[in-house]
């Protein structure tokens, strides 16, 4: 198993241009996540979704946008981007095991920086 | 509001010693908590979790974390540090029910010298 992967590792945008991350898992979990990590700021939620086709707002959704067409996959997309988005993102997912929700895993994370 | 605690930035050990890296947190109900722990440019990785049961739970790597409900702790632990512990650690607390939602730490850098 691949566990969760994220395409692509690293991206360099100017200001106002648009992009799609692409977070895909194999374990077949209901749960999906999508994080940024800053320095100092541990992880911060900015959007999830608890199943095909659902997405919710997390902690900093502003400036982004999320789709979960099929299970396996969850993207995050900027529409405009900004500096303020140089980030790490970091995508996870987590299922259920005996009626209890499971711990999170998480891909490797995207570097993007805006210029 | 839940939060969590971690407050420490960095925490240095010498290697054999024993190693301690704090959390605390504030969450209504009953808490699920987790670390994680994340390596040079690196994803997180799971470490252990308390959701129930006992206070002491034991997880990869040989670390371990005692869970106090009156002190509102989880902190992490291990009894002989290894160099190849230095990592940075993460805290979380489960605050969305459900959906599984993580409140996490600002992280801990563990520094452990030969």
């Known amino acids: 198993n691949a566990g969760v992967t994220q395409t692509p590792k690293f991206r360099v945008l100017k200001t106002g241009q648009s992009m799609t991350l692409l977070c895909a898992q194999d374990m077949n979990h209901e749960y999906m996540y999508w994080y940024r990590q800053d320095p100092g700021m541990g992880l911060r939620l900015i959007h999830y979704?608890?199943?095909?086709?659902?997405?919710a707002k997390g902690e900093v959704p502003d400036g982004y946008n999320v789709s979960r067409l099929k299970k396996q996959n969850f993207l995050l997309g900027l529409e405009s981007a900004a500096p303020s988005q140089t980030s790490v993102y970091f995508c996870a997912s987590s299922g259920l095991k005996g009626g209890r929700l499971n711990e999170q895993f998480f891909g490797p994370g995207t570097r993007l920086t805006v210029l | 509001a839940q939060s969590v605690a971690q407050p420490e930035d960095q925490v240095n050990v010498a290697e054999g010693n024993p190693l301690t890296v704090k959390c605390t947190y504030s969450?209504?109900?009953?808490?699920?908590l987790f670390w994680y722990v994340q390596y040079p440019n690196r994803g997180l990785q799971f470490l252990l979790k308390?959701?129930?049961?006992?206070?002491l739970v034991k997880g990869s790597y040989g670390f371990e974390a005692e869970f106090n409900k009156s002190q509102t702790s989880f902190h992490l632990k291990k009894p002989s540090a290894l160099v190849s512990d230095s990592a940075l650690y993460f805290c979380a607390v489960n605050y969305g029910g459900s959906q599984g939602n993580l409140i996490f730490g600002k992280g801990t850098k563990l520094s452990v010298k030969p």
């Open positions: 969450v209504s109900g009953n808490p699920y």
């Open positions: 979704s608890v199943g095909e086709g659902t997405t």
């Open positions: 308390y959701i129930t049961g006992d206070n």
